[in-house]
């Protein structure tokens, strides 16, 4: 009778002491819970910020050469060719914020130009309308005469290689290739200096055209000693060639 009167009060106590202790000592278990539940951060919500793209259009001079010649673009994945902010005369190529090269546009006035003026009454044709240069046979005179305009270029940079270099480099010019620059037609030209090893040193590439008032000429290069309209590296000059090409055939010209 004594042990089943002892189990009863056994039970009872198993049932009361956890409840009394809660009561009485209530952190163990707070502290206890607190331990057990999850850590939760909270992370503030990112403010959108303009992309390099919309900073660096916004910040185009206004001033730009290029803004009006420019007509549609292209370039190999993740390059950019936008007007350049500082340089009222440059195109800047640029790829994920990474500056790759410039094309810098020569525009002068066509009677400020002796040689190309000799050459367009050498083939019989001077300052050039703009319905002149709509017709087939004012535009064969017109490349005539860039064609010439060309070879006297090739000889000056013949010469300034002579001095320069003398033997030490090789120096090759390319053949002059005609183009459409918008609605003109143009002439691609250029030149290449070699190492003795092997491989350039140097490269010239140019585009040259005329809208009866005015002598359009762009150029870039490779490793030369202009300091405006240039490649760091001569593998993205390469690459950026074809696009180059297209840019000029999609021009605004005639401009006005």
């Known amino acids: 009778m004594l042990?089943?009167?002892?189990?009863?009060?056994?039970?009872?106590?198993?049932?009361?002491?956890?409840?009394?202790?809660?009561?009485?000592?209530?952190?163990?278990?707070?502290?206890?819970?607190?331990g057990t539940q999850p850590n939760t951060v909270t992370t503030p919500a990112k403010t959108p910020t303009p992309s390099t793209?919309?900073?660096k259009q916004s910040n185009v001079n206004k001033a730009n050469v290029w803004q009006k010649l420019l007509g549609s673009t292209s370039a190999p994945k993740n390059w950019q060719v936008i007007p350049c902010e500082r340089e009222v005369?440059?195109?800047c190529v640029s790829s994920?914020?990474?500056d790759l090269g410039t094309v810098e546009?020569?525009?002068?006035?066509?009677?400020?130009?002796?040689?190309?003026?000799?050459?367009?009454?050498e083939v019989g044709t001077s300052q050039s309308s703009q319905a002149d240069l709509q017709n087939p046979q004012s535009q064969s005179k017109l490349i005539k005469a860039l064609q010439a305009w060309v070879a006297d270029s090739y000889n000056t940079f013949a010469k300034d290689h002579q001095t320069?270099?003398?033997?030490?480099?090789?120096f090759s010019s390319y053949p002059p290739q005609q183009v459409t620059m918008g609605k003109l037609p143009g002439m691609r030209y250029g030149f290449v200096r070699l190492k003795p090893e092997g491989g350039i040193q140097e490269q010239y590439i140019g585009y040259v055209t005329s809208d009866g008032t005015?002598?359009?000429?762009?150029?870039?290069?490779?490793?030369?000693?202009?300091?405006?309209?240039?490649?760091?590296?001569?593998?993205?000059?390469?690459?950026?060639?074809?696009?180059?090409?297209?840019?000029?055939?999609?021009?605004?010209?005639?401009?006005?």
């Open 89 to 91: 005369t440059l195109l």
């Open 53 to 55: 793209t919309s900073l």
């Open 105 to 121: 546009v020569e525009i002068s006035p066509l009677k400020d130009n002796t040689e190309l003026q000799k050459h367009l009454t």
């Open 164 to 170: 320069r270099y003398a033997n030490s480099i090789a």
């Open 3 to 34: 042990r089943v009167y002892h189990l009863i009060i056994g039970a009872i106590l198993l049932v009361l002491i956890p409840v009394g202790l809660r009561f009485f000592l209530p952190n163990i278990f707070t502290n206890t819970n607190k």
């Open 96 to 98: 994920q914020g990474r």
């Open 214 to 256: 005015q002598l359009y000429v762009i150029t870039t290069s490779f490793n030369s000693s202009v300091s405006k309209g240039k490649f760091e590296s001569l593998e993205n000059l390469a690459i950026f060639q074809p696009y180059l090409s297209a840019i000029a055939e999609n021009l605004n010209l005639p401009n006005r």
